[in-house]
């Protein structure tokens, strides 16, 4: 048996500029930080041959084609089995669909044990294009790069896209200071909304491939805020990073009508007038998560309690994925 786990991430800077659509023209650069909490994959042989599935759904099926969980069959076709017959279980801390990039954790945490399961051993790029592949290239998803190489590498770290498609990382060259008052003062609510990210990122995929001004000229200042922000954590300054968080938010919003509701825009200056420096959704938008840089973070966390939202507590991870029993 083998257990792959792969970590769930925040975005501190830059993200959208990882669609191809806009950095095969103009270049992305994103700060990600890995947490904490993790999408599991276990992967055994059954006594008996076919494809055994355990997810939010039961399969049982004879051939890879048949398999109707779209990562999985794309990531089995990859393997090519001749007699196919293998057990596929997963877990995750967090549900899908909340914005911390759950389904890049998976696809590489499924990848990471079938190779191990096969005592094939494969590098963390090599990883997060496999995982990339399949889901963008496979599968034609309107996302990302992001979640497939934070989940891989893990840390806080720096990503450049580049109009060939390569990716570069760098980490994020901060003190342990900076870092431990990232740990205490950035704070995690769910807003109680989960939901696909596609509609808004198809959105922005069309516009951006349209060379649509007014996308262009929001991405393009969010890039910017992602270098100012990489700027503003090297230099220990965490308190102007949350003011940069609510820069970014208020850019943000102006991408698509669904990125934000009524409720979500609530929480939000309640969470300003209550501690909070600056925040966003974490994801796509729509739902998921608020994250918050607080001033004062035990009154932020009362407010938001009595607002009836619930915090979810993490740490950094700097292992990204990997294989933890075989």
């Not at 995929?205 to 090297?234: I, P, T």
Request: hydrophobic share 40%; proline share 4%; net charge neutral.
């Amino acid at each position: 048996m083998i257990i792959a786990r792969s970590p769930l991430r925040i975005s501190l800077g830059g993200g959208g500029t990882d669609l191809p659509s806009y950095y095969e023209k103009h270049g992305g650069f994103l700060i990600a930080g890995a947490i904490d909490r993790y999408v599991y994959v276990t992967v055994m042989r059954p006594f008996a041959e076919g494809i055994y599935l355990k997810y939010s759904a039961l399969e049982h099926v004879e051939q890879v084609p048949e398999v109707k969980h779209p990562i999985i069959r794309e990531a089995l076709a990859l393997q090519e089995l001749k007699t196919p017959q293998v057990e596929i279980t997963t877990l995750a801390d967090i549900p899908a669909g909340t914005g911390l990039g759950s389904s890049g954790s998976f696809t590489t945490a499924l990848l990471k044990a079938l190779y191990a399961h096969r005592r094939k051993l494969i590098h963390p790029k090599e990883l997060a294009e496999l995982a990339c592949h399949i889901e963008i290239e496979r599968l034609r998803e309107p996302i990302g790069k992001q979640d497939q190489y934070i989940a891989a590498y893990g840390g806080l770290t720096c990503f450049h896209f580049h109009p060939d498609g390569s990716v570069d990382h760098e980490p994020l060259k901060v003190t342990p200071d900076t870092m431990f008052d990232l740990e205490d003062n950035l704070l995690l609510f769910f807003t109680g909304f989960a939901r696909s990210a596609s509609g808004i990122l198809q959105d922005q995929h069309v516009r951006s491939q349209q060379d649509d001004e007014e996308m262009l000229r929001n991405l393009h200042f969010v890039k910017n805020l992602g270098y100012r922000s990489k700027e503003a954590l090297e230099t220990g300054h965490a308190v102007q990073f949350g003011e940069l968080m609510h820069e970014h938010w208020e850019h943000k919003k102006r991408r698509s009508g669904g990125m934000s509701n009524s409720r979500i825009d609530e929480w939000y200056q309640l969470g300003m007038k209550n501690g909070a420096v600056g925040g966003k959704l974490v994801g796509a938008g729509g739902g998921g998560f608020l994250m918050f840089y607080a001033a004062d973070r035990n009154k932020l966390r009362h407010a938001m309690a009595r607002a009836g939202l619930e915090e979810v507590r993490f740490r950094f991870d700097f292992e990204g994925t990997k294989v933890v029993m075989s």
